[in-house]
Nanobody
Framework: QVDLVESGGGLAHVGASLRLSCATS????????MGWVRQAPGKEREFVSA??????FYKDAVKGRFTIPRDNAANRLYLQMHVLKAEGTAVYYC?????????????????WGQGARGTVSS
């Protein structure tokens, strides 16, 4: 059982930045692989980023713009989004999976937060 609570996001202009935060159960970041998945209204879900151990993954469309920092002492996972584009408007979900090896397979993630919205205005 893993508690995941997203916060942050909000509204920003194209080219600006937003940060999403995922509060986790104590020390969970050292045990579980983590990921961020987003879904725009009327669009399919897409896996944005993942982190496990020292490995990270970024969807090609966000490489160089997004990072997935972890603060283990604070038990928080972040998605730092820079140089926002209009297609970044979506609900962003934090997810955790029991396997330590990094994966972007959505079905591998057993624990999900309820999501937080990021809106990019132009």
């Amino acid at each position: 059982q893993v508690d995941l609570v997203e916060s942050g996001g909000g509204l920003a202009h194209v080219g600006a930045s937003l940060r999403l935060s995922c509060a986790t159960s104590g020390c969970i970041l050292s045990v579980y692989g983590m990921g961020w998945v987003r879904q725009a209204p009327g669009k399919e879900r897409e896996f944005v980023s993942a982190a496990s151990g020292t490995s990270t993954f970024y969807k090609d469309a966000v490489k160089g713009r997004f990072t997935i920092p972890r603060d283990n002492a604070a038990n928080r996972l972040y998605l730092q989004m820079h140089v926002l584009k209009a297609e970044g408007t979506a609900v962003y979900y934090c997810a955790a999976q029991k396997r330590k090896d990094i994966t972007t397979l959505e079905s591998a993630y057993d624990n999900w937060g309820q999501g937080a919205r990021g809106t990019v205005s132009s």
